[in-house]
């Protein structure tokens, strides 16, 4: 089965914390992509980043992190000291190497209060 | 540079009648897809397409129509609309399936009204 669960419905900061978004897959694929989007209010589906299973380093962006461990099937999101502008809905996504289409998690939506 | 571009933006629409949402992409990417955003539900997939002539059914395509018979423009057609279908649509696209072109990108999105 290809799955990806995002456990967090919402989530809610103060602006300057930390806030970890969980992402958990799952594929019997050994090459699969994983992605996270961004959606801000305004509606678009903004491409953050994508990751191969053969490269578990972890990666970061400005205030933006990612941890991917194969061990756990978790590609979690970090965003460090988080700003109002962060606030959107995070969808993650898988992508097998054996299928055409992405699978979706339901998205968890941060609000980053002021 | 224009991407992948929706038309409309919004409709609004009556039971019954034919719909059609168009989506064009200037990236030449090989494929193209069709989803719809509901609160609840995330994004289900309707239809993809892996190359022009070349489509196949997604997760939720009951009611729906696609074509391809170019590259750039995959039309999605809603034959007979229902309420249900009241939704968000977006079109993205992608070059292929290894070496760095596996990212979708997405057009702005449809917002669709059936009364």
């Known amino acids: 089965a290809q799955k990806v669960t995002q456990a967090q419905t919402e989530i809610s900061v103060v602006e300057k914390e930390d806030v970890t978004l969980d992402c958990v897959y799952e594929?019997?694929?050994?090459?699969?992509?994983l992605f996270w989007y961004k959606q801000p209010p305004s509606g678009e589906l903004v491409f953050l980043i994508r990751r191969n299973s053969f490269d578990e380093q972890n990666e970061i962006s400005g205030r933006y992190s990612w941890n991917f461990q194969k061990s756990t099937s978790s590609f979690n999101f970090t965003i460090t000291a988080s700003q109002v502008v962060d606030s959107a809905v995070y969808f993650c996504?898988?992508?097998?190497?054996?299928?055409?289409?992405?699978?979706f998690g339901t998205g968890t939506s941060l609000t980053v209060i002021p | 540079d224009a991407g992948i571009t929706q038309s409309p933006r919004y409709k609004i629409t009556e039971t019954g009648r034919q719909v059609t949402l168009m989506c064009h992409q200037t990236?030449?990417?090989?494929?193209m897809f069709w989803y719809r955003q509901d609160l609840g539900h995330g994004l289900r997939l309707i239809y993809y397409s892996a190359a022009a002539d070349i489509t196949d059914k997604g997760e939720v395509p009951d009611g729906y129509v696609v074509s391809r018979s170019k590259t750039e423009n995959f039309p999605l057609t809603l034959e007979s609309a229902t309420r249900s279908q009241t939704s968000v649509y977006f079109c993205?696209?992608?070059?292929?399936?290894?070496?760095?072109?596996?990212?979708?990108?997405f057009g702005p999105g449809t917002r669709l009204l059936v009364l």
């Open positions: 993205a696209s992608r070059m292929g399936l290894a070496g760095g072109q596996e990212t979708q990108y």
């Open positions: 594929t019997r694929d050994t090459t699969y992509y």
């Open positions: 996504a898988l992508l097998p190497n054996t299928g055409n289409q992405f699978y």
């Open positions: 990236w030449s990417h090989s494929y």
